[in-house]
């Protein structure tokens, strides 16, 4: 499975900007899709997550301004992230759980960079 993220930038703080993600190969089934982080110097974190049947996930320091939906149709899962914080600034990686031949396992994403100027 290849995963591959768009949508990064540099952004002011309080604005927007989606990432996109498109998973890619001989797929089963996408069991759950969504976005970790990695800021500087930090452990990769969880953002958010969503399932197949779009029960969905957050972490606490982005519940209320982000968004991760799914497009089930074409394998791709996008995070609409608003009111951008200068501590929002990091790596996003896109991941997978998802279901192949090789049975069930999780992928990552190169990653993308997302910097929020104040």
């Known amino acids: 499975v290849q995963l591959q993220a768009s949508g990064g930038g540099l952004v002011q703080a309080g604005g927007c900007l989606r990432l996109?993600?498109?998973?890619?190969?001989?797929?089963?089934?996408?069991?759950?899709m969504g976005w970790y982080r990695q800021c500087p110097g930090k452990q990769r974190e969880l953002v958010a997550q969503?399932?197949?049947?779009?029960?969905?996930n957050y972490a606490d320091a982005v519940k209320g301004r982000f968004t991760i939906s799914r497009d089930n149709s074409a394998n791709t899962v996008y995070l609409q992230m608003t009111d951008q914080k200068p501590e929002d600034t990091a790596v996003y990686f896109c991941?997978?759980?998802?279901?192949?031949?090789?049975?069930?396992?999780?992928?990552w994403g190169r990653g993308t960079q997302v910097t929020v100027s104040s």
């Open positions: 969503a399932t197949v049947g779009d029960d969905t």
């Open positions: 996109s993600c498109v998973a890619s190969g001989r797929i089963f089934r996408l069991n759950v």
């Open positions: 991941i997978t759980d998802a279901t192949t031949y090789r049975g069930l396992n999780r992928y």
